[in-house]
């Protein structure tokens, strides 16, 4: 990819393209982590003498067009908080008229964030003529938002080439320290994934799987595997349709996959449910496994010991309810005590929450702000935004 240093940005207009599709609450910012994300790129573009900055994201799947609660709104005073300066948020949609001449009007050294670019409705479909009118706002393009990457968008792909454009840090970051994972990754090489849905995770398992020495699988995608084997999973999540997949990958890598031994099982998927310790093969009818359990955890946490690249993705369990979020904090805390000793990598929404409640956010040596975008490049994907910067 072309980085920033490579594109001419002094005294021109840069439009930027973030991942500002972050949590909203009752219009309020939850979780800022991509928004933090995005100052080295704004601050390195007003360093090296940009006019302007121009930032554009999507927020949320609108579909009709503009709509209240897409609006990006919320996400300036964030912003601008973050960045310790004022943000010009342009209200409008992002390729009209209006917001050119705002764009326009913008003092020199302003930075501003444009209207949720998917209220036009070109934007999914990277129609052309969105693609002109989007480049109209600038006079070099940088894409940052690595949470994006995997869409071929107007705002993403499309734009792109019709500036001069180069990644932005958090884009070159991402692909550098997800890349680590894929080639030249220093063993031991231990993967936990978890998360309820093994189709969810299919590709990324079965890219990895050749790469890595151990594969610690956790969550509800586990009981699809352990049925997959004869276990007794009781009322627990699975996916029928995967388990001939399932049986297939544990004959094939059975050396490489742990699966739980022992679960913390519930007669109620609920905060306040009862629990009991069973075999994670001989789960009572009536009731479902909803974390890991205690030798499970010690089994997981051995594994990872002298590992020299980790990378973690999905809880293990359904940690929302405190009563079954110890699984998913153990290996938290387990990934976290690596420092200094393994190349560690958290990615996906739930994990990267975990990490952050499980106050070890600061000993990972990379957590991606991209859910999907991050898989696809683990399932060796080309992702459209990547090869837009190449
Ligand atoms: C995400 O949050 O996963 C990204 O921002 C992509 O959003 P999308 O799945 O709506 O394209
Ligand atoms: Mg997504």
Known sequence: MQNLSQLDVQGKRVLVRVDYNVPVKDGLVQDDTR????????????????????????????????????????????????????????AGTADSDETLAAVE???????ALLENVRFSAGE??????????????????????????????SSVSGVAAQLPHAAGTLLQTEVDALGRLLDGAERPYVVIIGGAKVSDKIKVIENLLPRVDKLLIGGGMAYTFIKSQGGKIGDSIHEDDQLDLAARLLREYGDKIMLPVDVIA????SADANTQVVASNAIPDGWQGLDAGPETVRLYSEALKGAKTVFWNGPLGVFEFEKFAGGTNAVAAAVGSLKNQAYT?????????????????????HISTGGGASLELLEGKA??????MK
């Open 35 to 90: 928004v933090t994300a995005s100052l080295p790129t704004i601050n390195a573009l007003l360093d090296a003498g940009a006019r302007n900055v121009i930032l554009m994201s999507h927020f949320g799947r609108p579909k009709n067009g503009p709509e209240e609660k897409y609006s990006l709104k919320p996400v300036a005073p964030v912003l601008e908080k973050a960045l310790g300066r004022p943000v010009t948020f342009i």
């Open 105 to 111: 009007a913008l003092p020199e050294g302003a930075v």
């Open 124 to 153: 999914e479909k990277n129609e052309e003529g969105l693609n002109g009118r989007l480049a109209r706002l600038g006079d070099a393009f940088v894409l940052d938002a690595f949470g994006s990457a995997h869409r071929a968008h």
């Open 266 to 269: 519930a007669d109620a998927f």
């Open 345 to 365: 990598v958290v990615g996906g929404g739930d994990s990267v929450s975990a990490i952050n409640r499980s106050g070890k956010a600061d000993q990972i040596d």
């Open 383 to 388: 992702l459209p935004g990547v090869e837009a």
